[in-house]
């Protein structure tokens, strides 16, 4: 059982995960870890320790679908992972899938980034 977190009063925060092949949201799905770029582990480990809840949606470039969706369940730390066999990655982090399933971009063309000219979530 986990215990309340310290920030329930804090907003919840989504990002999408781009991913370069399907085979790293598998091995993400098997394990319950991702993986980003440095560039991305400062905005998410802000949002980890700032909001109550970072909920990530994948999304494999090109495919025109989310493949789910997971909560971070860690701060992303500086051990690396050779799984995805590819340099250029950060540290690991947990995560806790929540939805396995993948969803055109279509069903969700109502869903707009007001931070993003309200450009379509996709």
């Not at 091995?27 to 980890?48: C, D, H, M, V, Y």
């Not at 989310?66 to 690991?92: H, L, N, P, T, Y």
């Amino acid at each position: 059982s986990k215990s309340p977190s310290p920030r329930q009063n804090t907003p919840v925060r989504y990002f999408i995960m781009k991913s370069n092949n399907l085979q790293n949201i598998e091995i993400s799905q098997q394990q319950g870890i991702w993986s980003t770029t440095p560039s991305n582990e400062r905005k998410l480990n802000g949002a980890f320790w700032e909001s109550s809840v970072v909920y990530l949606i994948f999304s494999v470039q090109g495919s025109g679908h989310f493949q789910g969706f997971a909560r971070m369940d860690s701060s992303i730390g500086c051990e690396k992972s050779q799984v995805w066999g590819s340099a250029g990655f950060g540290g690991v982090f947990k995560v806790e899938w929540i939805r396995k399933e993948s969803i055109p971009f279509q069903f969700a063309h109502h869903l707009v980034n007001p931070w993003n000219d309200n450009k379509k979530v996709q």
